[in-house]
């Protein structure tokens, strides 16, 4: 059925317009939208028989915000001229200056240009529970129409920074404890008061009052330059290169001191400048690349429903298996834990226990919360609780015949329907369901630690696992809050492999002489959140030992071979784990370089001996990022080569959300495109004349970048999906 998408008015007889913007499923201002709005709002302030206006959204949602389809429009072609100049025409003109009294009817949500519009309106009735918000941020750019100047004006400027910096929504039950909202009532009353509002301020009952003429919430200029010098340190510090964060700031602090409307008059310049920056387009991106994922070809639309799963076994209470289980905790889904003896069995609950009280602790969940989820908890040291699990997720150390076996028994003790997964982050799913007939149901869960806190979930797919057991496992992602990628079965998947030289990479430049606290530092400005060495550090570097041979087996002609991490193990360094590593881990205080393991890097490069002539290499800032990172790249082109994802949008999102690759650099495949597969290829083949193969360009980049045509572009035949 087509969609059903414009603006409609109803003038009643009580000569209220009842304006109705229709464009599921969020009604987006898209351009036919506000032609529509313009329209209508001139046609009712022209209308004899119009005494007041209420605005409102189709199907229980106000307004989701401005059609982003038209942001990625701009970023492809450059072409501002599909940006409407709305803010003075549309919200200043036509609806906050109107004469006649306009009321905005809020339910669901009003984001970014819907709740923009709801406050050009001389007042807001909302349902409950409506969500509001400006996150405008998140996008790369700011709010458009004459937000950055009215929040401020309707709850006060030190929340609206709060608001617009962090793009936090509010519910409309603390919207009306800030001003922001005038009325909470029924959604089944919603219009009626709204209406009867609307009319109220038309004969003089309630005010008739514009925000962005409002000074009473604002404070004096010194109070004002005080907030706004708060909200410069917050936005350094949470967001040190993002240009919105310190422009917006700007354009708050132009209508403080020059009024309202010259704000909205910045407001629009600076929307202007920033909507076609970097920032924007890689963001942008990342919004539609998320939103992809839930899109599965012969999974999400061959018309099956998702199973219910109520209770879940997790087998092995470590690090993972417990962080699996506090998120299944959290969502309300029942867990047997099962571990092999009653001390792993305590250490595991203990650690669900302690990930909990974490975020009552961080205020993230509240003491009622834990306590629900802890009591939907049950340590196993056998199978009997088996018999009625719905999904089985077994998270016990890599070890293939360890796994092997587990999976035949889970055959005999699972109900025929149960989902056996696998968090394997290396091994073949193949492989480990080899000893069993229920190939069907094997699937990979694979979640990255700390598995409560990190939203990626890498489903993996054999050639066997069946389009109901993936659509299942998607649902269970989303149910417990993560972003679930669907990726085929490879050594490393998607994530492990495409990173896989990032570490490598990192290990050859220390042992060519870079120092590596340098390195990390670089990659770190660059904008992930640690550096090759300290992410090592993390993970702990007995794990960096124990998967590097399985890599060496398929991968072994593209690896470099480092006796680094295994000099540090024998050096007593673990990483974090046992407080040593590359740095030095102290409770309480931040990871301090360790100047002492200077000299197992010595000892590595001795082993090595690849320095050219014995001295280490000199490289700029911009060589380091392209010998960590491009190596990367060329990883992720063969990933793509083999159909390993759906689309290289997949690849982006499952590089955010996995490796924290910056998301305002849209995702590791959005990023090479920017800067461009030529270039990228020559920047390799350089490298892999003067160090090897290692950097060796893969088949798929060299054809990307003799035929000019950009790395996202697919055109395989290979599919593992
Ligand atoms: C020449 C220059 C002149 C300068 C003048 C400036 C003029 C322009 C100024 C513009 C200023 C305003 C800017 C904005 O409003 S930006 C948008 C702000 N809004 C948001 O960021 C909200 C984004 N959406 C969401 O957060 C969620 O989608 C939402 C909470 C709304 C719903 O979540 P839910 O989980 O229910 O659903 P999905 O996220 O899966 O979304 C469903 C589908 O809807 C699509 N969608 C959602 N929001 C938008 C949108 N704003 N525009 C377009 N499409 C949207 C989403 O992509 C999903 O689509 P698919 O089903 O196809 O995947």
Redesign the pocket.
């Known amino acids: 059925m087509a969609k059903k998408i414009g603006v409609t008015m109803d003038v009643g007889n009580d000569g209220v317009a009842v304006i109705t913007i229709s464009n599921p ?2 009604n ?2 898209a351009s036919p939208i506000i032609a529509g709005l313009k329209e209508k709002f001139r046609d009712a302030n022209q209308r004899n028989d119009v005494r007041a206006i209420v605005l409102t959204g189709n199907n229980g949602r106000f307004c ?6 038209v942001f990625q429009q701009v970023h492809k072609t450059g072409d ?1 001229s599909v ?5 003075v025409d549309l919200v200043c003109n036509l609806m906050e200056d109107s004469r006649k009294p306009l009321v905005a009817a809020v339910e669901g ?1 009003a ?4 709740l ?1 519009l709801a406050m050009a309106c001389h007042a807001r009735v909302s349902a409950p529970k409506a ?1 509001l918000g400006l ?2 941020l ?2 790369g ?1 700011i ?3 004459g937000g950055t100047q009215r929040l401020p004006r309707l709850v006060g400027l030190a929340k609206a920074t709060d608001m617009i910096l962090l793009s936090k929504s509010i519910s409309s039950e603390e919207g009306q404890k800030l001003g922001l909202i005038d009325a909470l009532v029924p959604p089944g009353e919603l219009l009626s008061t709204s209406r009867k509002w609307a009319l109220d301020i038309a004969d003089g009952r309630k005010p008739f009052l514009r925000s962005l003429h409002r000074t009473d919430k604002i404070g004096s200029l010194s109070e004002a330059r005080a907030i706004l010098k708060n909200s410069r340190q917050l936005a350094k510090k949470i967001a040190p290169k993002m240009p919105q964060h310190h422009a917006v700031i700007e354009v708050i602090e132009e209508g403080i001191v020059h009024g309202g409307y010259s704000g909205v008059l910045k407001e ?1 310049e600076v ?2 400048q920033l ?1 076609l920056s970097d920032t924007a387009k890689g963001l942008v991106h990342v ?2 690349a998320q ?2 994922t ?2 599965v070809p012969n999974v999400t639309d061959a018309g099956l429903k998702p199973r219910p799963i109520k209770k879940v076994a997790v087998i092995g209470g470590g690090l993972m298996g417990s962080g699996i289980a506090t998120a299944l905790l959290l969502s309300n889904i029942r867990v047997v834990l099962k571990e092999i003896n009653p001390e792993y069995l305590m250490k595991g609950i203990k650690t669900v226990e302690g990930n909990i009280k974490g975020l009552v602790s961080r205020g993230k969940l509240t003491q009622d919360k834990a306590g629900k989820a802890l009591s939907l908890l049950k340590g196993v040291l056998d199978y009997t609780e088996f018999k009625d699990v719905d999904m089985v997720i077994e998270a016990v150390i890599e070890n293939i015949q360890l796994k092997q076996n587990i999976f035949k028994e889970l055959e005999k003790v699972c109900p025929p329907h149960c989902i056996l997964a696998s968090n394997t982050s290396t091994i073949d799913l193949n492989v480990i369901g080899e000893k069993t007939n229920s190939k069907d149901r094997i699937v990979g869960a694979h979640f990255f630690s700390p598995a409560h806190l990190m939203t990626l979930l890498e489903i993996v797919r054999s050639e066997n696992t069946s389009p109901q057991v993936i659509l299942d496992l998607m649902a269970v992602g989303k149910a417990i809050k993560k972003v679930p990628v669907v990726v085929g079965n490879c050594i490393g998947f998607a994530v492990n492999r495409t990173f896989f030289p990032y570490t490598q990479a990192a290990h050859m430049l220390a042992n060519l002489g870079v120092d590596l606290f340098r390195i990390d530092s670089v990659i770190t400005s660059f904008g992930l959140p640690l550096g090759p060495f300290q992410l090592g550090d993390l993970a702990g570097h007995g794990i960096g030992l124990a998967v590097g041979p399985i890599y060496a087996k398929v991968y072994g002609d593209r690896m470099f071979r480092s006796p680094l991490t295994e000099l540090l193990l024998k050096s007593g360094r673990n990483g974090k784990i046992n407080g040593r590593g590359y740095y030095i881990y102290e409770k309480g205080s931040k990871p301090k370089p360790d100047p002492s393991v200077l000299s197992v890097v010595e000892e590595s490069r001795k082993l090595t001996n690849i320095m050219p002539g014995g001295k280490p290499i000199s490289v700029t800032d911009k060589e380091i990022v392209e010998m960590i990172l491009f190596p990367v790249v060329n990883e992720a082109c063969r990933v793509l080569d083999e159909g390993v994802v759906i689309r290289a949008s997949d690849l982006d999102i499952a590089s955010v959300l996995g490796m924290s690759f910056p998301s305002y650099r849209g995702g590791i495949v959005f990023w090479a495109d920017m800067i461009g597969p030529k270039y990228i290829y020559e920047r390799l083949k350089e490298m892999s004349e003067t160090y090897g193969s290692f950097f060796k360009p893969s088949r798929y980049l060299e054809e990307r970048a003799t035929k000019g045509m950009p790395l996202s572009e697919l055109k395989s035949s290979r599919s593992r999906l």
């Open positions: 499923p969020v987006s201002l989701g915000g401005f059609d982003i389809n501002l940006m409407p100049e709305v803010s949500l984001l970014g240009g819907g923009e969500q996150p405008e998140t996008l750019v709010p458009g129409f629009a929307f202007r909507v919004f539609f939103r992809a839930s899109k």
